[in-house]
């Protein structure tokens, strides 16, 4: 097994790990911080519902970015970088990117409203969630200057052709 192949092999696995995280995370511990926080405070139980939207939104789209992730590295292990095909995966990855910030933002607008409904302060999650979208900002940035070189490869060979 070559460096290349090791490597690819070793974020495939944390892709995988990543992926599995996920996973337990919508189906053992969403439902179950909703059923606690829903006992807890019954006077705002109608409030979970927005954010469990925005949390399944966040989850499935990141799971749908971390599969073509893991196509994005498949497709480097078979020296198919510059493809059609991975600058499919990098659009899809983007298009993720942006809609991961739209349900952050979501988030951030049903915390505004319960922090007015009940006189809490939400500027911790709400900091939290402005990280997160400064880093899926990032993650965008990086994925489109990542395909500026492959669509400038496509088109080199296309002429050619």
């Not at 049903?110 to 939400?122: I, P, S």
């Not at 900002?137 to 489109?144: E, G, L, N, Q, W």
């Amino acid at each position: 097994m070559n460096v290349k192949q090791s490597s690819t092999t070793i974020l495939k696995v944390i892709i995988f790990l990543i992926g599995i995280a996920m996973l337990a995370l919508c189906i053992f511990w969403l439902p179950e911080i909703a059923y606690k926080d829903a006992k807890i405070h019954p006077d705002t139980a109608y409030f979970l519902i927005p954010f469990l939207v925005c949390a399944y939104g966040f989850c499935i789209t990141f799971s749908v970015a971390l599969c073509q992730a893991f196509k994005l590295l498949t497709y480097i292990e078979k020296n198919n970088a510059f493809s059609e095909l991975s600058l499919k995966s990098l659009k899809v990855i983007k298009k993720c990117a942006f809609t991961v910030i739209f349900f952050i933002l979501l988030g951030i607008v049903c915390l505004k409203v319960l922090a007015k409904v009940t006189g809490d302060d939400a500027a911790g999650p709400i900091s939290l969630s402005l990280m997160g979208i400064l880093v899926t900002s990032i993650v965008a940035t990086f994925v489109s200057v990542l395909q500026k070189p492959i669509k400038n490869f496509l088109e080199k060979n296309e002429i050619k052709m």
